[in-house]
């Protein structure tokens, strides 16, 4: 399988600041990434799918101004949340998508982001 | 809305199969079924991938209907490290911009008991 990274592992910060998560691709380069979001004790969100060198696909209800998201080359994906309020603490994992035709998904492991 | 339907929880003996259902009714004829699990705050981990026909790795085997209506991942010897909440996934294509995205349902959450 693919190896995905994630950095910060875990990040704890003030409301109102700014966070930048990075996603990387260790051993392929991924057109396109996606990014989730999970609460305790529910499943995976999709928030947006990040395409390298074009913006981003937001799924309805996710605000595209407060979650930021930029993918510059094609082994890195970086989500910006902006003005960070303790609602927006949550799980948030990344996946590349792997192949053409069966488009395996491999994850990260995941930051875990709590706003105070 | 996710495309796939699973109980929510099944218990399993340690050593014994665990047989894990899905429907996913409305897949289309050149979509895959995946298979993925995830442990208690980790990112979810690929098991295994079908279109039609039965598949086996060394995780798992992936039963697929031959209406391709529902499947079933069986974990032939389950061990307690199996405990995770285990999702069946297949893809969701725009009819509009012909892109592509995956939707998460609720999953089942598998316990394997000593």
């Known amino acids: 399988g693919a190896v995905v990274s994630q950095h910060p592992s875990r990040v704890i910060c003030k409301s109102g600041t700014s966070v930048k998560i990075e996603c990387r691709s260790l051993d392929f380069q991924a057109t396109t990434m996606f990014w989730y979001r999970q609460f305790p004790k529910q499943s995976l969100m999709l928030m947006a799918t990040s395409n390298e060198g074009s913006k981003a696909t937001y799924e309805q209800g996710v605000e595209k101004d407060k979650f930021l998201i930029n993918h510059a080359s094609l082994t890195l994906s970086t989500l910006t949340v902006t003005s960070a309020h303790p609602e927006d603490s949550s799980f948030y994992i990344c996946?590349?998508?792997?192949?053409?035709?069966?488009?395996?998904?491999?994850f990260g492991p995941g930051t875990r982001l709590t706003v105070l | 809305d996710a495309k796939t339907t699973q109980p929510p929880s099944m218990d399993c003996a340690e050593g014994r199969a665990a047989n894990l259902p899905c429907n996913h009714s409305t897949i289309s004829g050149n979509e895959y079924v995946y298979w993925y699990r995830q442990i208690h705050s980790q990112g979810p981990q690929y098991i295994i991938h079908g279109l039609k026909n039965n598949e086996t790795n060394e995780m798992a085997s992936l039963i697929i209907t031959e209406d391709r209506k529902s499947s079933t991942l069986i974990l032939p010897h389950a061990t307690l490290r199996d405990t995770a909440v285990y999702y069946c996934?297949?893809?969701?294509?725009?009819?509009?911009?012909?892109?592509?995205?995956?939707?998460f349902g609720t999953g089942t959450r598998l316990k394997v008991l000593a």
């Open positions: 996946s590349v998508v792997r192949g053409i035709v069966t488009d395996t998904q491999y």
């Open positions: 996934i297949v893809r969701v294509v725009s009819t509009t911009s012909g892109t592509y995205k995956y939707i």
